[in-house]
């Protein structure tokens, strides 16, 4: 990796890491008070949204911790580093995600079957401080979590909870001025289906890297016709291109010299110049190959460019 990517990369996980601490810290504070009163307002969404909570302190931490274990350098067993753990945090933060959101259903069930008393006037407060503490948790994440898989899972938490806090502030509307209880249970359903569809993109996104699949911004076809463009390439065989971890991407392929070409360092150069600049692309392997080399690597391996859409 250049020096360039380097320093960009570490400095993005640097600012990721003190965004995660003051929104970790937010959070943390305002949870005790939220379930407290949940349990004083025998409000479903305001404990739907203290649960939740709870498991943004944990994914935040998760998420913290994650982002300075993959600092830790690379070991001769692991070879690429630590990189792999911000995704698998950020998987675990989806499949935390999907279970809050059943858990919710649940309980929503049980109380559209038998709805209880509210404390509406109670849960407007802390539904109104709540959604406070969730919008200056985001703000904090907010700008950091581009290109960071792992702040992204964190700050889907956060953004779920600030749903769920005002969901708890339209609910404990309809309770006051109509005495709707039933409202409460409702829109914590609301809540739950929109924590399904934030914790279905982080995981699909996790999963998607963990298995090595090519970054959604880069068009590998694209990528293998501007490197057999380069002066002194004859073709290009065995491309492949995946994320280490968020914002760190990895290239290899076999670059097969023109007859005639001059500068086997000239080309590797441009080759790695080119992945960089245009496709942010800074972990670069090649094997350079002599002109009229053995290709039957070409008609084994699985990268058919003529059989892909070239409009991805």
Known sequence: MS???RHHAHHHRR??????KAALVITAAFLIAEFIGALYTNSLTLLA????????????????????FSTKRAT???????????????????????????YIFYEAYL???????VKADWMLLVASLGLLANIASAWLLSGKHEGNLNVRGALFHVLSDAVGSAGAIIASLAILIGGYAVVDPAVSVIVGVLILSSSWILIRDAVDILLEGTPSHVNIVALHDRLKAIDGVGSVHDLHVWTLTSGVLAMSCHVVMENGAASRSGVLACVRTLAREQFRIDHTTVQIEEPGAPEEFMDACDCHFGAWDSSR
Do not use: C, Q
Request: net charge positive; proline share 5%; aromatic share 10%.
């Open 3 to 5: 020096g360039y990517g």
């Open 15 to 20: 600012s990721a890491r003190s965004g995660l």
């Open 49 to 68: 949204d203290s649960g939740h909570m709870l498991t943004d302190v944990a994914a935040l931490s998760l998420s913290l911790a994650a982002s300075w």
């Open 76 to 102: 001769p067993r692991k070879t690429y580093g630590f990189y792999r753990v911000e995704i698998l945090a950020a998987l675990l933060n989806g499949v935390i995600l999907v279970l809050i959101a059943l």
């Open 111 to 117: 109380r559209f079957r038998n709805p209880p008393e």
